[in-house]
DNA sequence: TTGATTGGGAAACGATCATTTCCTATAAGG
DNA sequence: CCTTATAGGAAATGATCGTTTCCCAATCAA
């Protein structure tokens, strides 16, 4: 129907050129899969609300474990795109880690609080029966960790965080601090109740 | 097969009584739907994991939902009474919150921590499709929320928790913290970890 | 233009799902 | 003893699930 994008998978070979954007596909079923889970969520959900019939989806995601995974995986990298500007706005060790919070809080409140995190979505729908999701989920949380271990030694090199703080406890700390914004998002909070947690959680860092 | 029990759902009315008890039956489920989540789990799970036959549990529990929700209502009650024996160890505010940390911590650790909490697991899997689900959600974090809340004013009635503190923001803050660690517990963690983060998160306190 | 290759889409497929029937068994009340 | 009422359990039921098939359209290489 409409003329053909760019296609990042396959750089034109022959045959019929795929007729939507996959990007935007995948967008959507970010917003089915984690408002409805993976086993909640039907291929009919997914015809309907990205547009496509079912042979087309499964022409380009095989299956929809497939279409997860690549849904999954855009999810990250989505979420990453935007706490890495989050980060880059922000100066010192601390500063950063606010920025961190801030940015969990501002996604842990109202409609998109409750539509909720496809990482945490995942943990809890797939990661006992799938093991490549399970490692994906795995490797999203320590990358997450990681990341907050990382702005913790930051701090302590520019003077903003407390010294004799053990980096790697403080960020798993941080990190379950995160993860339980983007739980407790799914009952419906306001967006002062979620700041004001970012702030509390400051403390950490004292 | 066996002699009955004693009955709570019902007081030994007509007809033949059950034969199999209904608790033990409901935390076997617990089990089933922690780690399956609910759409993940079958009927034919739940038959093999109770030794009942689908006609006997369809009798009990009119139907898959229904079940569902007793064996909700079943880990709610479960898991106040363990946090309540835990909490009537400790005398001061600060030292009931440290037992709810430990509490947590060794809930989301090991193989109890990858089968996880039957509150998040139906926080994420059913609470954006089902209002009886979602209420119970929110009610059981509600009623966790309030415990923490009047456990940090009786620290800062005793002298143990700074006085300066937010008792409702301190409270959802240690909420975030308790629900974290039962998210991440799904990833597989070890005792010692948890119990760093248990520690280290009662500098909220101070 | 021709052949090869891929995508779009409606319809059909077998499998599995939650649920119900139907029958037998076991109790209480009269 | 007879009626009523409930439980146990195997089998059947209809719906829905994920997936495939089949046919046509659109593109590239020659």
Do not use: W
Not at 46 to 70: E, I, M, P, V
Request: proline share 3%; charged share 20%.
């Amino acid at each position: 129907m409409t003329p053909p994008a760019s296609l990042p998978s396959r750089q034109r070979g022959p045959g019929r050129p795929r007729e939507f954007d996959t990007d935007l596909a995948l967008d959507r079923a970010i917003a089915v899969f984690s408002e409805r889970g993976y086993h909640g969520t039907a291929i009919s959900d997914l015809t309907q609300a990205l547009g496509l019939t079912a042979g087309s989806l499964y022409k380009a995601f095989t299956d929809k474990r497939g279409l997860f995974l690549a849904t999954f995986d855009r999810y990250v990298a989505l979420r990453a795109e935007g706490l890495r500007a989050a980060l880059d706005a922000a100066s010192t060790g601390r500063a950063k880690i606010r920025a961190v919070l801030d940015f969990y809080a501002d996604s842990s409140h109202g409609p998109d609080g409750r539509r909720g995190c496809l990482v945490v979505a995942s943990a809890v729908d797939l990661a006992t029966a799938d093991a490549a999701v399970a490692a994906r989920v795995a490797g999203a949380l320590d990358v997450n960790e990681g990341r907050l271990a990382a702005l913790v030694a930051l701090g302590q090199a520019d003077g903003t965080v407390a010294p004799h703080l053990d980096a790697a406890v403080t960020a798993r700390l941080l990190l379950c601090v995160l993860q339980g914004m983007r739980l407790i998002g799914k009952t419906g909070r306001h967006a002062t109740e979620m700041a004001a947690v970012a702030d509390g959680a400051l403390k950490l860092l004292d």
